[in-house]
């Protein structure tokens, strides 16, 4: 997974926020929600992408469209629709694997802190986080996609 794109957004957020001096204040409100979307876009696409490439695995071109088709529909994955939309249709132990690598980490706490704050973006009253937290957030969080690549595809 290449997270360099959502690294590079927050440097030019991070610099912004910086230089004009805008940290606590509604800008920085209004850039740590776009980063919880930008940052829920793409982890969707990462989800999506671990998936498909266990499919490939398979060398069936049926079964690897199926799967993209199929997996491009999920939006906003908790850590348990992860366990339990995903990972749980190939089989209950890559569940209790991918549970047991990340339950009680910083990783998860990070993930759900970006999906929970997500959703306040789309639907709540706002967000419970700085930017400062987000980023701690997301550099933890990086790590659950990356146990989820490990148990699909390793």
């Not at 957004?9 to 850039?31: G, M, R």
């Not at 049926?62 to 089989?91: P, Q």
């Not at 706490?109 to 997500?118: D, E, F």
Request: neutral net charge; contains cysteine.
């Amino acid at each position: 997974m290449d997270f360099q794109k959502i690294d590079n957004v927050f440097e030019a957020c991070d610099l912004h926020l910086k230089t004009t001096n805008t940290f606590n204040t509604l800008i920085e409100t209004y850039l740590t929600q776009y980063l919880l979307i930008y940052i829920s876009a793409n982890f969707e696409q990462f989800v999506r992408d671990i998936v498909v490439k266990k499919a490939q695995k398979t060398g069936d071109v049926e079964i690897i469209a199926f799967i993209e088709n199929t997996v491009g529909y999920y939006k906003s994955l908790s850590i348990g629709d992860i366990r339990g939309k995903i990972i749980r249709k190939f089989s209950v132990e890559l569940e209790e694997k991918f549970s047991k690598t990340i339950a009680g980490t910083a990783a998860e706490i990070g993930y759900t802190n970006i999906i929970r704050n997500r959703h306040l973006v789309d639907h709540g009253p706002g967000i419970n986080m700085t930017f400062k937290e987000l980023r701690n957030s997301y550099n933890d969080s990086k790590k659950v996609l990356q146990n989820l690549d490990d148990v699909l595809n390793h």
